[in-house]
């Protein structure tokens, strides 16, 4: 049983940047030549996520847009108060969506749907580095 | 240390299924015979998810009802258009859900309260055939 | 490679009680003298959940306005009608919170961002004793 850890960085477009990191994780599974085991995805920072869905421009809006109805960025938030940054419902809708997630691979291969895409949210108001850290615990 | 993966497909109703697999999880460690370690639990797909909740009549019904009002269906979405398949509702509602647990087991039992059942959550409009990943690490 | 699991026991206050719990995974981390890995955090029960949020008082407050604006206490739900005890609010905060999280670890540190906190979310209307499992897998 082994441990890998790969350390990638993206450059974010700050507010409603969404990143499809689904070949990244591909390139570090075959880097690594484990075959059985899980993936930890996790991004560092309280103003971006790690989520899935279908990467396609359709959806792409409908996230989009779901965060803003859920948690408007127009509205203030108590958090705005305390370092003045105006970035309260980044927060939040980092807190919503989580910084992690876990996916079994067999055969070398992660377990996703075709459909299903590994993507990295930036929530923050403004562009922003991101380290994402991809492990992996198998053989 | 070992991993066991196991394989489960579950046919489900199309939208508002709500499938309680925490008896197939408590099988799934028994067979492997592991004693301390965590199990992942992952469906493939982007139109279901994996959650917890107490599964009862009252609460299933409150479930169903939290996610038509978060995410209405009868709601059009840009995805709708992208395969003419009105299904941007079910993509949403998985994106918001997340389609991966960890669950530590200790003693060969997994560390659930009670009343947390794990539940495998249909959100597409149609039935189903889901595969679920069962994958445990440990000793 | 290595697993080790650690209890931990916290009183919470009810509904809204929201512990950062960062320092007992700094503590549990160093004490078991593992390097490279990760850890999973993982609170047993239906009525809370594990999160991540900068701790400090005003996105606390977000924190709790938000949860009380998209599942509001003062609603009743069908759940409440099963057990009389009013808490089907809490449930469905805690099933979308998740009671779950994986945090990699490397040279002994677990790679959380400076601002990003471990946050164990009471969501049950009244105190609880609540047990959290740190189970660390690695080297």
Redesign the interface.
């Known amino acids: ?1 082994e ?1 890998v ?1 790969e350390h990638r960085e993206f450059s974010t477009q700050g507010s409603g940047d969404l990143i499809d990191i689904t070949r990244d994780l591909i390139a570090a599974l075959a880097k690594s030549h484990l075959k ?3 993936m ?1 995805v ?1 991004v ?3 103003t971006a996520g790690i ?4 990467y ?4 792409i ?3 989009q ?2 965060y803003e109805r ?2 408007p960025s127009d509205r203030s ?6 370092w003045g940054d105006a970035n ?1 419902f980044s ?2 809708r ?3 969506t ?7 691979f ?1 055969a070398g291969k992660l ?3 075709t ?2 895409q590994v993507v990295l949210a930036e929530f923050d108001n403004r562009p922003r580095k991101r380290l994402v ?1 991809i ?1 992996m ?3």
């Open positions: 049983m441990i850890n059985k085991g899980n930890t996790f560092q920072g309280s989520t899935t869905f279908e396609e421009p359709g959806l809006g409908d996230v847009e779901f859920l948690v938030y108590h958090h705005d108060e305390t309260g927060h939040l980092a807190t919503l989580g910084q992690s997630l876990t996916v079994p067999e377990l996703l749907g459909w299903q850290v492990q615990i198998g053989k």
